[in-house]
């Protein structure tokens, strides 16, 4: 089985800023990560996924995340926090052949002006 | 192209009745999955069809069910509805999920039930 776990339900950041978003997962397989972002009052929106090859992988609105197999981490980040990043991230695990994501808790993003 | 539309987007009820919900997935997907999500358990997998056959389900009550239809869309349904059923219901499609995993939600079906 497949499980996820996200240090910090809450991130606040100043405008500008790093923004680092933890994920750590487990598997019993080769995962396949995902970084989900969700507004308020609207669905899912994938930022990016790694499935195999290269493990830094760029996303929209300029995130990334780098798959660690050593650290079982796939943390996602950005370079400068802008104000349209405040939103709810969830990171989520899922294998070959099953058809299911497992989420992780969510961590809330604040950006501070 | 048009994305996963979800209908109706809220809707109230009472305990004891039941409910369904539709979801019309991207054009040419086959998988559709359904998700619940609560302020105390997070996003949780209740199950996912292709092509009208349900592949996978979550570890829900039996008042929990869903089809899948020829062209793709699906339903789900809740019995007898408990306060606790109370959540936002996503729904997601993909060419099929054993490939990436990828999914793309909808915008979701918010539920209360009084």
């Known amino acids: 089985a497949q499980s996820v776990t996200q240090l910090g339900s809450h991130v606040s950041v100043s405008e500008g800023a790093l923004v680092l978003l933890r994920c750590n997962y487990s598997s019993s397989v080769p995962p396949y990560l995902f970084w989900y972002v969700q507004y308020p009052n609207q669905g899912l929106q994938l930022l990016l996924k790694y499935t195999t090859g290269a493990t830094l992988v760029k996303g929209i609105n300029g995130f990334e995340a780098e798959f660690k197999k050593s650290e079982t981490s796939f943390h996602l980040t950005k370079p400068s926090a802008h104000m349209s990043d405040a939103a709810e991230y969830f990171c989520?695990?899922?294998?070959?052949?099953?058809?299911?994501?497992?989420f992780g808790t969510g961590t809330r993003l604040t950006i501070i002006p | 192209k048009a994305g996963v539309t979800q209908t109706p987007r809220y809707l109230i009820k009472t305990r004891g009745q039941q409910v369904t919900l539709s979801c019309s997935p991207i054009s040419g997907h086959r998988s559709v999955s359904w998700y619940q999500q609560t302020p105390g358990q997070g996003l949780q997998f209740l199950f996912e069809?292709?092509?009208?056959?349900?592949?996978n389900k979550g570890n829900f009550p039996g008042r929990f069910s869903g089809r899948q239809f020829s062209n793709s869309r699906s339903e789900m349904n809740v019995s007898t509805l408990e306060l606790g059923d109370s959540a936002l219901y996503l729904c997601?499609?993909?060419?099929?999920?054993?490939?990436?995993?990828?999914?793309?939600f909808g915008e979701g079906s918010r539920l209360t039930v009084l």
């Open positions: 989520a695990v899922s294998v070959r052949g099953n058809e299911k994501l497992t």
């Open positions: 069809y292709f092509s009208e056959t349900q592949r």
């Open positions: 997601a499609s993909s060419l099929d999920t054993r490939n990436t995993g990828e999914l793309f």
